[in-house]
């Protein structure tokens, strides 16, 4: 694999993190606070879509080869988005909803 195809399934898989990360925040209610029954289907179905269409595209950037340092980025991306979204969230949110009351 040439280092330009490395290079971007490298930033594919840190920004496919971040993106995980926000789908994951923005489907806490089901995934966390609904009935059990719903909780167990809604989680298998939100795994299986994302890992499905981390491998489509990394597919379509590299031939499907994965590589250590490419799941070590997307769990990298998965923490940098939910820093910046606890930072949204705690910091910035309320800030903006003071200044509108």
């Known amino acids: 694999m040439c280092l ?24 806490y209610k089901i995934l966390f606070t609904s009935k059990k029954v719903t909780r ?9 879509d994302n890992v499905f269409l981390y491998f489509i595209i990394l597919c379509h950037i590299n031939g499907g080869m994965l590589h250590i340092y490419f799941m070590m980025l997307l769990v990298v991306g998965f923490v940098l988005g939910n820093f910046v979204i606890k930072i949204l969230r705690f910091k910035i949110l309320p800030k903006l909803k003071k200044k509108h009351s």
């Open 40 to 48: 167990v289907i809604a989680s298998v179905l939100f795994v299986i």
């Open 4 to 27: 330009e195809v490395q290079l971007q399934s490298m930033i594919f898989s840190l920004l496919y993190g971040i993106f995980f990360s926000l789908l994951l925040n923005l489907n």
